[in-house]
């Protein structure tokens, strides 16, 4: 068989692509909402729709926040070499676990005062600003998977996102995660950072709000008492307070919660190892 035979039984469309590299399946990733998508390999710049940041050691990571609506979203990386790279990324509905908690022991909670409002809206004020999405961020001060907030953490009760109710009357979600550690045990930071807030709130009690860079904070609610205050430098693993049971709470514990990018995820995708995170393929 000649040569100009073989070359013309070549599809055009395939020996177009063979040219130029390209890959014919579209690439994608599926999570839940309170979940991370993770795209890795020498990325210089992440966007989802229109946000945008830098990524992490390389790779470019996609926090959803828990009431991102379910649907397809275009996420993007520029790699290191100038390329342009285009994903789905396909969120799906993450069912709201119903907690009911019935005899609520803190009534002031239940049925609250006028002026305890006024305090809760006056806090909120000062803390949205610190969580929300910012264009400009410091630069990451953090690895993953990040370190445990306290030495021997017990497994999470699950209740990530849980929609609550108290004493029958429905209440927001819950941002955060419960772990079941004792009273006065030490809670540690969850990184390197720098804390942004210190300081007693109506509702999640004596709270801790630090800043990782690349726009992950971590927060520390219902502590006992806390030994940081706000525009100190804090390292991975340093004590910042104890374990409490201040605020609307039934007994102790520590609530760890994470912001990313704006984004209210499940903190426990920061502990695991990022190879375990939904990868981009």
Not at 155 to 176: L, S
Not at 229 to 258: A, D, S
């Amino acid at each position: 068989m000649s040569l100009l035979t073989l070359l013309l039984n070549v599809p055009v469309g395939n020996a177009q692509n063979q040219k130029a590299g390209l890959s014919i399946a579209p690439k994608s990733v599926s999570v839940g909402q309170g979940e991370v998508a993770r795209w890795a390999g020498n990325c210089l710049r992440c966007s989802l729709e229109k946000r945008a940041w830098s990524p992490v050691n390389g790779t470019c990571y996609y926090p959803v926040d828990m009431d991102m609506k379910p649907g397809s979203y275009t996420i993007s990386r520029r790699t290191t070499g100038g390329k342009l790279e285009t994903a789905t990324l396909q969120v799906t509905l993450k069912a709201c676990t119903q907690e009911d908690l019935k005899n609520f022991p803190k009534k002031e909670y239940i049925n609250v005062a006028p002026q305890n409002q006024a305090r809760a809206a006056k806090e909120a004020a000062v803390v949205n600003p610190i969580i929300s999405y910012k264009t400009t961020v410091r630069p990451a001060v953090f690895d993953l998977p990040v370190g445990k907030p306290a030495h021997s953490l017990p497994k999470g009760e699950g209740n990530f996102g849980a929609c609550r109710t108290f004493d029958g009357q429905p209440r927001d979600r819950h941002t955060g995660q419960d772990y079941p550690v004792g009273m006065g045990e030490p809670v540690l930071s969850a990184g390197n950072g720098r804390v942004l807030l210190a300081a007693n709130h109506f509702y999640s009690g004596n709270s801790v709000y630090i800043d990782h860079g690349n726009g992950l904070i971590s927060e520390y609610f219902h502590l006992k008492s806390y030994s940081v205050k706000p525009n100190q430098t804090v390292t991975k693993g340093q004590k910042i307070g104890l374990v409490g049971e201040t605020g609307r709470v039934t007994g102790p514990h520590l609530h760890f919660g994470v912001r990313w990018h704006g984004a209210c995820i499940n903190p426990g995708f920061l502990l695991i190892d990022p190879s375990d995170i939904p990868q981009v393929k």
